[in-house]
């Protein structure tokens, strides 16, 4: 069931483009302007609207982590933003100066890329904010851009029909004729699927044109086979051109927006038709789902955006894992993972966590250290913020009825392979070992030297504490 719950009306020309962060929704439109709104209330931010283009603004997107924002025109600049305060961060210019048209961030935020009408392709550096890379579609204009999410590839569409999937050094990997009369959008979805066979790892991708028609396909890429584009099937429904196409954030459902005013939500497995929304008056431009909340967003030529509520068929934000208490979070998939992420205000970690395949085992072992060198994590602020909702899921799995000398005195956590020091206290196994490692050579609990490293293992205690876990499981 999709529900419409708010209209946003602030444009005073059409609406080209929105985009999701995980707390916003920014909208674009011919009238030179982009548009923040909290998603809390739909409440336009104080610093909107955002002014600076000096043409109508093609297209906008958010940085993963929501805290930047760019925006692309017909004046041939891709402008970013500081997407807490509005501040004007950098105006790339197109070296051709043509019009750009869309415009992309990867995944980790390390590269955006530009598109223009001419064809031409630009990959800014985000930390220098400077050209990075530069190259050309094959023919016609630069429409359509996605990023797969492990961020390695990116595909443009182009004026021309053509689907051309491109490394992260710019060199094209594999082009494809698509749609007859031009591509106008596409889109990967954020969750990839093994092929079961061989081990490797495709993208779902979903592409639209002006052949009314949306398809979808299967990017395979692995390092020694390049890249290979697979047709998948063809979504009927629409009467004219398709205009937009997205995934929602479980890769479940996909949304099209097309001229023939009409909103079409499918299901990816089947291709079955959801809903068809038909509140706007004329061609719908763009369709996005928020990340992580039940919303879908939809804006037209109409001026407006409408905002839609629909019922998940995945736990999500708002309703998370809801049977945390049935399923162990060392049991936790990837999928509960995300869940719960979102519903910590930690959405923005979703694709990260995903890259990385953190289920519920991995997320528990986690520490400031992963998160900073493997995880890439570079803020103090946001690893400490992780760490902390990964502690309080920790003292959670602790009852306060545990008792005392289940817990070992180093971590205070349930013991899982208790070991005996030479001082006569247990331990768990891999953190005495660390402290040891270390060379510390004193007692954790009476700062008095350890006479000897022996480590013996403490069999009762082990067998204690799982007679006790299996009470609590009862």
């Given at each position: 069931m999709a529900t419409l719950v708010h209209t946003l009306a602030d444009h005073s020309d059409d609406v080209n483009y929105c985009a999701f962060s995980s707390s916003c929704l920014a909208t674009c439109s011919l009238d030179k302007t982009i548009r923040v709104y909290s998603l809390n209330n739909f409440t336009e931010l104080p610093y909107s609207p955002l002014k600076g283009h000096t043409y109508g603004v093609h297209c906008c997107c958010f940085s993963p982590s929501g805290r930047v924002l760019a925006s692309c025109s017909t004046d041939g600049t891709t402008m970013v933003w500081d997407a807490g305060d509005g501040r004007v961060l950098a105006v790339l210019a197109q070296p051709s100066g043509s019009p750009v048209r869309v415009c992309r961030f990867s995944p980790d935020s390390t590269y955006l890329v530009s598109g223009a009408a001419d064809g031409s392709l630009v990959l800014w550096n985000m930390q220098s904010l400077k050209l990075y890379r530069s190259g050309n579609v094959k023919d016609g204009s630069s429409v359509a851009c996605a990023f797969s999410p492990n961020g390695n590839f990116f595909v443009t569409g182009s004026s021309c029909g053509d689907l051309t999937i491109w490394d992260d050094k710019m060199r094209c990997l594999c082009n494809e004729k698509a749609h007859d009369l031009g591509v106008t959008c596409c889109d990967i979805s954020s969750q990839p699927v093994s092929d079961g066979e061989h081990g490797f790892r495709y993208f779902q991708m979903a592409s639209c044109g002006q052949d009314n028609q949306i398809k979808l396909w299967l990017i395979l890429?692995?390092?020694?086979?390049?890249?290979?584009?697979?047709?998948?099937?063809?979504?009927?429904?629409?009467?004219?051109?398709?205009?937009?196409?997205?995934?929602?954030?479980?890769?479940?459902?996909?949304?099209?927006?097309?001229?023939?005013?009409?909103?079409?939500?499918?299901?990816?497995?089947?291709?079955?038709?959801?809903?068809?929304?038909?509140?706007?008056?004329?061609?719908?431009?763009?369709?996005?789902?928020?990340?992580?909340?039940?919303?879908?967003?939809?804006?037209?030529?109409?001026?407006?955006?409408?905002?839609?509520?629909?019922?998940?068929?995945?736990?999500?934000?708002?309703?998370?894992?809801?049977?945390?208490?049935?399923?162990?979070?060392?049991?936790?998939?990837?999928?509960?993972?995300?869940?719960?992420?979102?519903?910590?205000?930690?959405?923005?970690?979703?694709?990260?966590?995903?890259?990385?395949?953190?289920?519920?085992?991995?997320?528990?072992?986690?520490?400031?250290?992963?998160?900073?060198?493997?995880?890439?994590?570079?803020?103090?602020?946001?690893?400490?913020?992780?760490?902390?909702?990964?502690?309080?899921?920790?003292?959670?799995?602790?009852?306060?009825?545990?008792?005392?000398?289940?817990?070992?005195?180093?971590?205070?956590?349930?013991?899982?392979?208790?070991?005996?020091?030479?001082?006569?206290?247990?331990?768990?196994?891999?953190?005495?070992?660390?402290?040891?490692?270390?060379?510390?050579?004193?007692?954790?609990?009476?700062?008095?030297?350890?006479?000897?490293?022996?480590?013996?293992?403490?069999?009762?205690?082990?067998?204690?504490?799982?007679?006790?876990?299996?009470?609590?499981?009862?």
């Open positions: 890429f692995a390092d020694f086979l390049g890249a290979e584009l697979k047709y998948k099937y063809t979504l009927n429904g629409h009467s004219a051109p398709v205009l937009a196409c997205a995934f929602s954030y479980d890769g479940q459902m996909l949304v099209s927006g097309s001229v023939d005013k009409c909103v079409i939500i499918y299901e990816t497995t089947t291709g079955n038709t959801l809903h068809t929304l038909s509140q706007h008056t004329r061609y719908v431009t763009t369709c996005a789902f928020a990340p992580c909340r039940p919303l879908l967003a939809t804006g037209s030529m109409d001026k407006t955006v409408n905002i839609w509520h629909f019922d998940l068929k995945q736990p999500c934000a708002a309703n998370t894992v809801e049977n945390e208490s049935e399923v162990a979070v060392e049991d936790w998939s990837e999928d509960d993972v995300s869940a719960w992420l979102c519903a910590q205000d930690l959405a923005d970690f979703v694709g990260l966590f995903k890259r990385n395949n953190i289920d519920g085992k991995e997320l528990l072992n986690l520490t400031k250290e992963s998160l900073a060198n493997e995880l890439n994590i570079e803020s103090l602020g946001l690893r400490s913020k992780v760490l902390q909702k990964i502690e309080e899921l920790r003292m959670k799995l602790i009852s306060v009825t545990v008792p005392d000398e289940f817990l070992c005195p180093i971590t205070r956590e349930l013991m899982k392979d208790p070991v005996i020091a030479a001082d006569g206290y247990s331990y768990e196994k891999d953190a005495i070992e660390n402290w040891i490692s270390n060379k510390r050579r004193s007692s954790p609990m009476t700062n008095l030297p350890l006479p000897s490293l022996v480590l013996t293992p403490n069999r009762t205690l082990k067998m204690a504490i799982s007679r006790w876990l299996e009470t609590q499981q009862k």
